[in-house]
């Protein structure tokens, strides 16, 4: 997938996310819910994040944030490597020190959750 393509899906993810949110904001501050406009919504999200899982390529990245190792699946576009859904598609920087690693071990996951306990 071509970085300009996984841009514009992000971008649009990103947007209806927000305004689903503000949906429910606007319900908790005692607002009608448009449950019409947030279904609708919701349905574009799964439909953009079909296409992006089948366009985009995949990867296991291994990063830092701070001083805790973090490893999930991400999204390898063109050069640059990019955090899962999760984060809002996150982009991984040189101080991140991301690499791609062959599969996520329970080793792996069990370091990254021992170390949040001091956190």
Not at 56 to 66: K, L
Not at 94 to 109: F, G, L, Q, W
């Amino acid at each position: 997938m071509k970085p300009a393509k996984f841009k514009a899906l992000t971008t649009e993810i990103k947007t209806l996310t927000y305004q689903n949110s503000d949906i429910t904001w606007n319900f908790r501050q005692g607002g009608v819910f448009d449950s019409e406009k947030h279904d609708e919504n919701e349905a574009k999200i799964e439909k953009l994040l079909a296409e992006l899982n089948a366009g985009a390529e995949h990867a296991n990245i291994s990063f830092y944030i701070g001083n805790r190792k973090h490893v999930e699946c991400g999204y390898k576009v063109g050069k640059s490597l990019f955090r899962g859904e999760s984060s809002g598609f996150d982009k991984l920087f040189k101080s991140n020190a991301p690499t791609i690693v062959p599969t996520i071990t329970k080793e792996m996951n069990d370091r990254m959750i021992d170390d949040s306990y001091y956190y």
